[in-house]
């Protein structure tokens, strides 16, 4: 072995290093608990300033790397990161990454995988049983997120509802479309135009007043699809929707997919954790009836990204959606074998992002999950009614059915389009002063203002410090 091999394999130097970055990553998660942190969540940087830093480091490299990058990444953990649906990440899920990274072991075949396979199979059987469907006839695997976990669910309905195999032999004339509500996450959108159905392939049906799919309209989009010569093979409804975070109902959704022989998924990569939470499950009901469903663990079940569960009520359908021949990897392309996973995922090379979730789970168990996950949920119940009491904002919804708060600061001598740009503007501000960050959305085409409640330091003095934070900007733009 050269000099240089020594010295990258080094394993004095590699201990070193590493009880250097924990003791940073200990020290600043420290830090984000302190109750007098006056640190901002993030470094507000300009792309072009941040990127001549970068490229005089890597040309003069000097000083420690991750002390030096450290405060240049936006810190999630940080009580007033009220921003995109991110998981403020556990340690020992962490620690379970590095692991996995050392290890390195490819996921798609057993021979390589191993242990990270069976892990997977069991934390599917977990699913299984949150969702009361029997583990013997259930089956599914993680794979790389949402818009990933969607695409494989809806190719596999394909599969499955279309007697034509379109995986070997490619569309003809016929238009297959799914139906799905009009505030569905753009990755439903990715995954039909990717699948080749182009813009019919999505039939969205309108919200009712608290933005969830109204199912008293399916009948009527499902009818007008059969008169243009459309084939409908499924509905998708959403738990939850990315902008407001409101719940379809999924039992009037299946019982208008029985009633027509339809594939029903569910799109439960933000609100699927509720499966762990006895307080908020009943926004579920009707769970156990879809035929496949995604959830992602990096958003609200502390997880580092990216990770992703599909889980199919009849795991035999799992194996209809591609026909893998790879003659180094099995002799049989067509038997089906639970351990090897490329068989039923557009992955053969994955990561082991099981250890993360497993360890969480061996070290706390599922009470892990149902505290953090009420604790969010009612945080954000206890926002709206603050945002409430303030008045000077308005909401799009009184009742916030996830972590996700909409709000927009509200002035009656203002039109619509002004209201628009002062919360534009209002959003700008915030970002730019960097004591607090939060995002924006559209709702029926109006601008909100968009409080996500990931953190568990998050507490109610952070929240009145934003609204207070909010009225300040406003009175300086004004």
């Not at 993680?142 to 569309?171: F, H, P």
Request: aromatic residues 12%; contains cysteine; glycine residues 6%.
């Amino acid at each position: 072995m050269s000099d240089l091999l020594k010295k990258v394999y080094d394993p004095e130097a590699f201990r070193k290093k590493g009880y250097q970055l924990i003791d940073l990553l200990a020290a600043h998660i420290e830090k984000m608990q302190s109750p007098n942190l006056q640190a901002k969540v993030f470094d507000p940087i300009a792309p072009e300033v941040l990127y001549d830093f970068w490229k005089k480091d890597f040309e003069n490299p000097e000083g420690a790397f991750y002390e030096k990058a450290l405060p240049l990444f936006n810190h999630i953990h940080h009580p007033k990161y009220l921003g995109h649906q991110t998981a403020a990440v556990a340690p020992d899920a962490v620690l379970a990454e590095l692991f996995s990274s050392f290890l390195d072991t490819g996921m798609g075949v057993y021979e390589q995988g191993h242990t990270g396979v069976v892990l997977e199979r069991l934390i599917i059987e977990i699913l299984s049983d949150k969702m009361h469907i029997p583990k013997a006839q259930s089956s599914g695997f993680l794979t790389s997120g949402g818009t990933l976990g969607n695409l494989t669910a809806l190719l596999c309905a394909r599969a499955v509802m279309v007697e034509k195999d379109i995986w070997q032999a490619g569309y003809e004339s016929q238009q297959y479309a799914f139906m799905v509500s009009e505030e569905a996450h753009y990755s439903v959108d990715k995954a039909i135009r990717t699948m080749g159905l182009g813009e019919k392939g999505l039939i969205k049906v309108p919200v009712d007043a608290l933005y969830r799919l109204d199912t008293s309209q399916l009948e009527k989009y499902y009818e007008a699809a059969r008169r243009d010569n459309i084939i409908v093979i499924g509905v998708i409804a959403n738990a939850c929707t990315t902008a407001v975070g409101a719940h379809d109902p999924i039992d009037a959704i299946a019982d208008f997919c029985e009633a027509h022989g339809l594939w029903l998924h569910v799109d439960a990569a933000h609100g699927g954790a509720l499966l762990f939470s006895k307080k908020y499950r009943d926004y579920l009901n009707g769970i156990e009836r879809a035929d496949s469903v995604i959830l992602d663990f990096h958003k609200m079940l502390l997880t580092p990204s990216i990770v992703t569960a599909i889980v199919f009520r009849n795991g035999d359908h799992s194996y209809r959606t591609f026909a893998q021949k790879a003659s180094y990897l099995w002799d049989n392309a067509e038997s089906r074998e639970w351990y090897n996973l490329a068989k039923r995922t557009f992955e053969l090379t994955k990561t082991t992002m099981s250890l993360r979730i497993y360890t969480l789970l061996r070290h706390y168990g599922e009470a892990i999950f149902e505290e953090y996950l009420d604790r969010q949920y009612d945080l954000a119940k206890q926002f709206a009614r603050i945002i409430e009491a303030d008045g000077h904002f308005e909401m799009p919804l009184e009742y916030p059915e996830s972590n996700i708060v909409c709000y927009r600061y509200f002035d009656p001598a203002f039109s619509p389009s002004d209201l628009d740009e002062l919360n534009l503007k209002i959003r700008e501000a915030v970002v730019a002063d960097a004591e607090y960050f939060i995002i924006q959305t559209r709702i029926e085409g109006r601008v909100y203002l968009r409080s996500t409640l990931v953190n568990a330091f998050t507490t109610e003095k952070e929240l009145y410090g934003l609204l207070e934070k909010i009225k300040q900007v406003k009175s300086q733009i004004s």
